[in-house]
């Protein structure tokens, strides 16, 4: 069942209960101030929105994060322990890739926090957030197209703290935001074209330039390596 279809289903239980509540208001031929019958009305109205909004609530979060099998995020520098098996998120409903039902989806992300003396950025990748289409696959192929996607993250994390370490002073939350912002755009720029060029790694030949190039940015950006960018 897909998260349209429970809203649906939860906002059609819900105009039926009001529905009958609007009708019971109207017919109710009780000796009760009108005032009284009015309040209850809408008493029970707020307490159905109340749990309306609730219902939708956790159906947007099991959808979008997995709640029951959250784990933290990983680091890039813990990459190599990463296996399909990490992948916890909840897959859509009916969800395929052109008919194919082997595929997965990594979700990472470029985070940051500054202190007194420095300011820290790093490569995360999300296994509550991440998923494979089906459970019982193990394919090293896909695991290994997916990775690819949290190296490219942490190539622009490395030119986050790149950027950053122009800066002469520990700079301001405004000014670092700016910095990530920037390379997050050219980030989703190169993933994107990552899976288009690569078709998911399903194009072997593409999959390997890829992984080649990568590997040569990473490299290149060796020297920030370190998630730290210090100031003296």
Known sequence: MSPNSLYVI???????????????????R???A???KLQRLKSKINT??????????VV?????????RYSTPIPFSEIDRITLKDFKGYRKPYQTLDGQKKFAFITTSINWERTATGVEVQAAFHPARSYVYNDKIVDRFLLKH????FRITEIFARKCRQDLSQIKVVPSDDAISEVVAINEES???MQLR???ESYHGYLMKEQKRWEKNVDSLLNLLIEYKTPTVRYE
């Not at 997916?146 to 996607?149: A, K, R, S, V």
């Open 34 to 36: 009108r005032e009284i």
């Open 30 to 32: 009780t000796i009760v």
């Open 194 to 196: 990552y899976d288009e």
């Open 48 to 57: 159905t929105v109340l749990i309306l909004g609730s219902t939708m609530l």
């Open 146 to 149: 997916e990775l690819y996607h």
């Open 187 to 189: 980030e989703a720029e």
């Open 60 to 68: 947007s979060v099991l959808f979008h994060i997995n709640i029951l």
């Open 10 to 28: 939860v906002s059609s239980v819900y105009v039926l209960v009001i529905r009958y509540d609007v009708y019971y208001w109207l017919s109710d």
